[in-house]
C-alpha cells in the first residue's frame, strides 16, 4: 500500500519575501518538492540599462532594505573596475566599516527575530520575547547597533546614501565614529553571549556536503576583498565568475537558479566563509567559536546560526579595529574619467560579501558611461538549488515525526539560511494532507 504525505506552506513564515514550500514523501522518499517563490520579478537589471555610471550604487541599494551596503558596494566595485578607478586605502577600511554594520544589524535580526524561535519552540519573536524579554532586547540593541555605524557612516541606516564611485560624498568626523566605540564594545560582549547562548540549542543531527563558495582573502575575513574560492579548489579573479557559474529559471521560482557550469549546486554565506576563511577571524571570535565547539568546516545547516553569531563578534572587533586606526580620506573620493569614447564598450564586475554570501552585480557601460547590461546576482538566488536538496534530506531523516513537527523541521530548513526573497515577511499559512 502506498503511503503519502504532502506538506505545503502556502506563506513561509519568518523569511523576508513571498515564498512558499511544497514537499510530496511517497513511501519515505521525497517525490516532488519546490521552494515556491512566487514575489513578483523586481526589473531591477531591465531599468538600469540606459543609467549614468554614478547612478547603479543608490538604485541598486533599494533592492533590499536590509542589506543596501552589499548593493552599493558590489555596484560601486563593478563601476570602478569597468574604468579603472583605484580608491585609495582609507576609502577602502570607511567601505569596509560601513560593512560591519550590516553584518551587525542583519545578522542580528536573523538570529534573535526569524531563526531562534525554531529552537526554543516559538511561533514569533514577539511570543518569545513575551517570555525572555530581555534576550530580545539584547538582540534588538545589538541590531540598532549596527544600524548607528550606517547611520553615521552611510548618511541613514536604511539605503544610506554616502557611498558613491570613487569613494563617499562625505568623511564622517573622527569624533563621530568615536562616539560610537562604547556601544561597539557592549555589541561585542553581547554577540559573545549570544555565541555561547545559541550554541545551547538542540540541534537536528543532519550533515551535509556542502561544495563552499565564498570570497577567500590572505589576510582578512572577506567582506569587499578577495578572490572566488570553492572548497573543491576554486580559486578565480571576480572577473572570471561567469565563465564559472550560470543561472537557469524554473516554473515554480520568479528568482533565477544558479549552479556551477557543470550543473553542480552549491552554498554560499556564512557556513562558506567560516569553512574558507576561518582562521582570520579575530582572536575574540575564534575564542568564541572554539568554546561553542564550532568545527571548520560546519555542515550541519541548523547549526548556522552559531557561524552567524560568531561573525557578528567577528564585524564588531572589526568595526572597533576600523576605527582605532581611521583616518579620514581627504578628498572623500577618488575623481572619476571616463577613458577615450573610442575604447567602449566598457564592462566591470563587482562582488562582495553580504550577510547572506556572495552579491555578484556586472555592468556594460557605453562611451557616454550608459549602462547598456546590467547582471545582478544575489546570495539566496545562489543557495536555492541547495536549499531545496536540504529540505530533501532534512524531510526524508525525520519521517518519524508527526506531522505538525514535520513540517516545522522542514520551514527551519528553509529559514535555516535566511532567505531574502525581498523585504516582506509573511504569517505561516499551512496545511498537509495524508495520502
Known sequence: MTHERRLRADALARVEGEGG??????????????????????????????????????????????????????????????????????????????????????????????????FLGYESAISLAADHRDTVARGLRLKQVGNRLMDVVGGRSVHPINARVGGFHRAPPREALDALVPDLEWARDAAVATVDWVAGFDFPDVERDYQFVALRHPDLYPIIEGRV????????????????????????STALYSAFADGSEYLVGPL??????????????????????????????????????????????EALRLIAGYEPPDPPAVDVALPAADTAPWTGMGATEAPRGILYQRYDFDGDGLVTAAKIVPPTAQNQATIEADLRAVVEGALELPDEQLSLRAEQAIRNHDPCISCATHFLDLTIDRG
Open 272 to 317: 562558506a566563509r567560516y569553512a574558507l576563511n576561518a582562521p582570520t577571524l579575530s582572536a575574540t571570535a575564534r575564542q568564541a567559536a572554539r568554546a561553542a565547539g564550532l568545527e571548520a568546516p560546519c555542515r550541519n545547516p541548523f547549526r548556522s546560526i552559531v557561524v552567524r553569531a560568531v561573525e557578528v563578534v567577528y564585524a564588531c572587533d
Open 229 to 252: 574560492a570553492s572548497s573543491r579548489g576554486l580559486d578565480i579573479d571576480i572577473s572570471e565568475y561567469e565563465a564559472n557559474f550560470t543561472e537557469r529559471q524554473v516554473a515554480h
Open 21 to 118: 514550500m511544497a514537499v510530496s514523501v511517497r513511501d519515505g522518499k521525497v517525490v516532488s518538492l519546490a521552494l515556491d517563490i512566487y514575489e513578483p520579478p523586481r526589473f531591477f537589471e531591465a531599468f538600469l540599462r540606459g543609467r549614468h555610471y554614478t547612478e547603479p550604487p543608490d538604485i541598486t541599494s533599494r533592492i533590499c532594505g536590509i542589506c543596501p551596503i552589499a548593493y552599493q558596494m558590489s555596484a560601486v566595485q563593478a563601476v570602478e573596475r569597468a574604468f579603472g578607478v583605484e580608491v585609495t586605502q582609507q576609502v577602502q577600511a570607511l567601505r569596509r566599516l560601513i560593512y560591519c554594520g550590516e553584518w551587525i544589524e542583519s545578522h542580528a535580526l536573523h538570529i534573535y527575530l526569524l531563526h531562534a524561535p525554531d
